[in-house]
């Protein structure tokens, strides 16, 4: 039998509504199927005596039991379904809608059948709670910010890592809840994110194989091809991931430096290149010992081999403004990245309660560089040119990651939340520059180093909630040691500190009706100094502009408080928060001129108090047009002073953003993104703001099996990066642009999911 269900009203195809052949006399379901992106279905039975069901959540269920067969075959035509005011209104339909609600620390977003009966994938599931966006690309974002942890079942998996995101391969039916963390309690590391998001899988939800096939072309270049498996079993859930690609990322750049003591300027503009030719690969595996205990094991190797051309344009202007001198550099530089990564957990779960559980996992990863580079200066006019450079890069990093997590629920509303974590970091950076000297190559020593890294951090945590009907608390406390050592082998310099902090954070969430929800919480944060911040590393891409880190940098300290609210009211949803930051020992990028060099080094520079208003929406005005929007406003005062040269001002922030996804017939999807970043104020620049969109369309075939899908980022190459640093002895002006990015693909997906898209590790702006 065939078929297609259409709105009475709108006459627009329902996606994912219900056909069930039942049994005339027992009405049971002998067979059954959701209808496809167009509205269409086609289900068999060797039935003789039956009738068909068709129904969609708030339509009137209709009946079919006059079917024609010719040829062992029935066409139903065009079925009409009708909206059921009434059942919408009933409390018994609404609770098998997807619902949210605060719980101290955390928003919950319970999955209910309008969901999980759908076929949907992870993806599309996340893309209808509040606060969270998916891209047509598959990237989530939470309040309008990348870099969210995505946690399954409470602990890291490959499934969820950026660089193989198989979220695709768990659908809808298997998830229980989505948690939803902006502000984490003691329990999480006190080093922040822009926040975390936990899937709850069902345990009764393990059998069944899932996977996808990809394949994407794009301009500049980004052409990849992967494949992805999931198959549960009773004890077993093995997983895997194969990818292999091709992608280039370009970025224009133009830049002043004018020394306004000697009168001088230097003018450069040019085109750089990272292209990456790219593999990965992931195995893993759940085992379920028993009802009890599960083990999981997995690992991910990743290939990366780099090419880097550049060209960029040097001139010296005379006092009429003519140009006096010009030449250019050239770069050519070659890479290898070997990319480890392996986990290993444990979880038990006690016969008392099911929130009773211990967890241990270990994460380890490893990342090497072997680079090589060659910069060529030739002149156009004039001999101002340096000479040519050469520098060898010898890059290794090991991270492991220990975790250990006890749950204790004393009773319905009271909960204890115990467990420690050690970091080990551990990195050797051998950089080398050369200069080419009549024909000889000599090497830099200003600009040499062997830099030695490591940190080991060891964290200790306790956490006590109440949590009743309407009004919960959570109070809880974490201890982190910092043993951090970094050693410069050329001049024997040593850097060795060790500090102890106390993380204390506080939590609580009062439910005023069903639909009105209020939390506020505290959290201290930590931003410890990136690996690249403390290496003083010279980059001479641009000899003009270097970047370099400072191995004295201290970390960064913040006191965060927030009050928000939710609100929720059929199809939409509010969410409002009022935010304090306070930030000691803030790290900014400082410049410091000479002989027309600017260079770019992180210091701490005083304290910064933020006041903000956070506003988010999520809104379904019909069931084939939807919207996300994001509004943040930042006020700050700064304080700080370096070599007796004050930094005090003030200045504000915001941003917004605003997603429209459009339900097209012939089951298309269309999706269009606009960002809005204000002008901001730092130490020593200003930084303009710029406005940008982005576009996207998906058409599904094969009942949403097959995916094509189209996005364009950057449609308008809009997204500049403008800032101008005016200083009493110099001037500096920098521009610099990635430009536009298109992309198609095609993904099959086969199992209970649909299609997923697969997109290789994905670009980081």
């Known amino acids: 039998m065939s078929g297609k269900v259409v709105d009475h009203r709108s006459r627009q195809p329902i996606e994912y509504a219900t056909v069930i052949v039942k049994d005339n006399n027992t009405q049971e379901a002998l067979a059954g199927v959701t209808t496809g992106a167009d509205g269409s279905f086609q289900v068999a039975t060797d039935a003789k005596d039956f009738y068909v069901e068709v129904s969609f959540l708030g339509f009137e269920t209709q009946t079919i039991d006059a079917i024609t067969t010719a040829d062992g075959k029935a066409a139903l035509g065009v079925i009409d379904l009708s909206e059921n005011s009434k059942a919408l209104d009933e409390v018994v339909v609404r609770a098998e809608k997807s619902t949210t609600e605060f719980k101290l620390d955390k928003r919950v977003f319970n999955v209910g059948k309008d969901l999980s009966s759908t076929g949907a994938s992870a993806l599309e599931v996340l893309n209808n709670v509040p606060s969270v966006n998916v891209n047509i690309e598959g990237q989530v974002s939470l309040r309008g910010s990348t870099g969210v942890q995505i946690l399954i079942n409470g602990k890291p998996s490959v ?9 695709g391969t768990i659908t809808a039916d298997m998830i229980e809840q989505i948690e939803v963390i902006t502000n984490p309690s003691a329990k999480h590391d006190a080093e922040g994110t822009s926040g975390i998001i936990n899937i709850i899988i069902k345990k009764e939800e393990r059998e ?31 997983f895997s991931q194969l990818g292999a690609g091709y992608r280039e990322l370009p970025q224009q750049s133009r830049n002043t430096n004018r020394d306004l003591i000697g009168n001088t300027t230097i003018f450069s503009e040019g085109t750089e290149y990272r292209n990456e030719t790219f593999f990965n690969f992931i195995l893993g595996t759940d085992y379920h010992i028993n009802e009890y205990n599960v083990l999981t094991l997995s690992g991910n190797f990743a290939y990366e081999i780099e090419d880097q051309p550049s060209r960029t344009t040097f001139s010296i202007p005379d006092n009429s403004g003519a140009i006096a001198s010009e030449w250019y550099r ?19 779960q006690f016969r008392d309660k099911e929130e009773h559980t211990l967890l241990f996992s270990a994460v380890g990863n490893f990342f090497g560089k072997d680079q090589s580079s060659e910069f060529e200066n030739i002149n156009i006019t004039g001999n101002d040119a340096a000479n040519d450079q050469h520098t060898r890069t010898n890059f290794k990093e090991g991270r492991h990651t220990f975790n250990v997590d006890y749950t204790k629920p004393f009773s319905e509303k009271w909960t204890l939340e115990t467990g420690a974590q050690y970091l080990l970091n551990d990195v050797s950076n051998d950089f080398a520059v050369s200069d080419l000297i009549n024909g000889d190559l000599v090497q830099n020593e200003n600009l040499t180093n062997i830099f030695e890294y490591t940190q080991n951090v060891l964290g200790v945590y306790g956490t006590g909630a109440y949590e009743g009907k309407k009004w919960g608390v959570k109070a809880g406390l974490r201890v982190e040691n910092t043993d951090l050592n970094t050693f410069l082998v050329n001049t024997g310099a040593t850097n060795d ?6 993380f204390p954070t506080l939590h609580t969430s009062y439910k005023l009706t069903e639909r009105f929800s209020m939390q506020a919480g505290y959290s201290r944060r ?6 690249w911040d403390l290496n003083p590393f010279f980059n001479i891409r641009n000899n003009y502009s270097v970047r370099t880190g400072n191995p004295d940098l201290l970390p960064e300290f913040t006191d965060s408080y927030e009050l928000s609210s939710i609100y929720i009211f059929g199809q939409l949803s509010l969410n409002a928060s009022l935010y304090y930051r306070y930030t000691t020992d803030v790290v900014e990028r400082v410049s410091s001129f000479e002989n027309n060099v600017n260079t770019v080094m992180p210091l701490n520079i005083g304290t910064n ?26 006020y700050f005062n700064r304080q700080g002073s370096l070599e007796n040269t004050s930094f005090d001002f003030s200045g504000d922030q915001w941003s917004s953003k605003l997603t429209a996804k459009l ?14 970043q204000s002008r901001v104020k730092t130490v020593q620049s200003e930084v303009s703001g710029f406005l940008f969109a982005d576009f996207g369309l998906r058409k599904k075939i094969l009942n949403g099996k097959g995916v094509f899908s189209f996005s364009v980022r950057d449609a308008f190459a809009s997204r500049i990066r403008e800032s101008v640093t005016d200083q009493a002895n110099f001037y500096l002006y920098n521009w610099g642009r990635r430009g536009r990015f298109v992309t198609l693909g095609f993904s099959y997906g086969f199992g209970k999911g649909e299609a997923m898209e697969y997109s290789g590790q994905r670009r980081h702006f």
């Open 663 to 676: 339900k097209l017939p012939a089951g298309i999807d269309f999706e269009t993104t606009g960002q809005y």
């Open 330 to 348: 050239t770069e050519t530089t070659e890479a290898t990245n070997p990319k480890y990564q392996y986990e290993l957990q444990y979880k038990k």
């Open 526 to 531: 930590i931003f410890r100094p990136r690996l």
């Open 609 to 634: 108090r933020a006041t903000g208003f956070e506003f988010n929406f999520k809104y379904e005005t019909a069931r084939w047009l939807s919207f996300n929007g994001d509004f943040n406003l930042n």
């Open 208 to 238: 069944g194989i899932n996977g996808s096939a990809s394949i994407n072309i794009g301009t500049p270049h980004n052409h990849s091809a992967g494949l992805s498996l999931n198959r549960r079993t009773e004890h077993f859930n093995l």
């Open 159 to 167: 499934i969820a890592s950026e660089s193989g995101n198989a979220l």
């Open 497 to 502: 500190r060790n500090f102890t902090n106390l």
